[in-house]
């Protein structure tokens, strides 16, 4: 029995020595591929650009380090100066995926910043880098594979590129309310951009006739050069969007009748949402207080509302709740008040101030949303 207990206990102490314990126990034997860097392409050339701290510069994909049992893998990604061997590397990220982004700020700071943290280049002129993957197990990095480094350049002096707003049209009948030929894409009017910068949201503050038609593109350009050419599928109008030249025209005055509408639309669900505006005044200076608007009449063919009423001394905004209401749950989302400039969009606006007397007040919206008043 003695011998067989030695010569277990031997057994164990040769398999400790031919292997590698994981952090959940597993013996783990590594035999297989380092990773390899696939992106960017070995010799290329990423140019910064100052005008967008935030978005992307360098994109880093490499193939997966591979070992003999299916476990997490951890990614170590350093940068070195060209030739130096890594000598004196920084490191710029760790992930447990196999890609990592960098934006322009951020490679900057490692390519211009002293050590430790940077490699304290000059940006007067490219830089020549370096960058390697190394691969391990567990919280003690066991089992390091190291990629073959892969080299590229960097640009500090590249031209300075603004981001590009996303930009929708309206083009329709509806044109020819705003001195244009009605439906003629190279003239299309603006939409206004109201997404969060990931999101393709836009609106419009228009005036549409009963029979009116319109639809949307992506560009003031002819008809043969449009990538969006967006109406209704089969003339339903049911607040769905499709992108054919077959698509139907979007009629939204059909049912309410000629007014100023106030139309959204969501490009990455291809959806529209209309409404027919009711503007109004309230403040402690009108009819209503603060608790109810006091609506104005609105004139079709000088796109303007107006009102004339008796008003205290104290205070009033322009405000139309029933868009509010049906757009965001909020009649406060558009109104009009005291700002330069004026906009329906800005709810913090601040008061007109009133002193008591007879007005006739008038509101003009235009299409982007901007506003004009008169009468104060």
């Known amino acids: 029995m003695k011998k067989i207990f030695n010569l277990s206990i031997f057994t164990l102490l040769f398999l400790s020595v031919m292997s590698c314990s994981t952090d959940d126990n597993k013996i783990v034997v590594n035999t297989s591929n380092n990773p390899v860097l696939i992106a960017p392409e070995s010799g290329s050339t990423v140019t910064l650009n100052a005008g967008a701290p935030e978005s992307t510069a360098l994109t880093l994909v490499w193939d997966h380090a591979a070992y003999t049992v299916d476990t997490e893998i951890n990614y170590t990604v350093e940068m070195a100066v060209a030739g130096t061997d890594f000598a004196a590397p920084v490191e710029i990220g760790t992930t447990t995926s196999r890609i990592l982004l960098l934006n322009n700020s951020v490679l900057r700071d490692r390519l211009t910043d002293e050590a430790p943290d940077g490699l304290g280049l000059s940006d007067e002129e490219d830089a020549n880098v370096e960058v390697r993957v190394t691969a391990s197990l567990g919280d003690n990095a066991d089992l390091p594979m190291v990629s073959e480094p892969l080299a590229f350049t960097v640009n500090f002096g590249g031209e300075v590129v603004e981001p590009v707003e996303p930009a929708l049209f309206l083009v329709g009948q509806v044109q020819s309310y705003y001195g244009l030929n009605a439906w003629t894409p190279t003239t299309a009017i603006p939409m206004r951009y109201i997404g969060d910068g990931e999101t393709l949201v836009f609106e419009a503050y228009v005036k549409v006739g009963a029979g009116d038609g319109f639809k949307f593109v992506g560009a003031q350009a002819d008809w043969g050069d449009q990538t969006l050419n967006l109406g209704t599928i089969g003339g339903v109008q049911d607040g769905n969007l499709e992108n054919s030249g077959g698509s139907g025209d979007i009629k939204v005055a059909e049912t309410d009748g000629a007014g100023q509408y106030y139309v959204w639309v969501d ?35 000088s796109n303007t509302w107006s009102i004339t009423t008796a008003l205290s001394q104290g205070e009033l905004k322009f405000r139309s709740a029933n868009t509010g209401q049906f757009i965001a749950n909020d009649p406060w989302k558009f109104n009009v008040g005291n700002s330069d400039p004026l906009v329906t969009y800005n709810p913090a606006s601040g008061n007109f101030p009133i002193t008591a007397g007879s007005y006739t007040l008038g509101l003009t919206v235009n299409f982007d949303g901007t ?6």
Request: charged share 20%; aromatic share 14%; proline share 5%.
């Open 267 to 301: 490009l990455d669900n291809l959806e529209y949402k209309y409404v027919k505006m009711q503007w109004g005044i309230i403040g402690d200076a009108t009819p209503g207080a603060w608790s109810d608007e006091t609506p104005m009449t609105y004139d079709f063919a």
């Open 371 to 376: 506003a004009a008043v008169t009468g104060l």
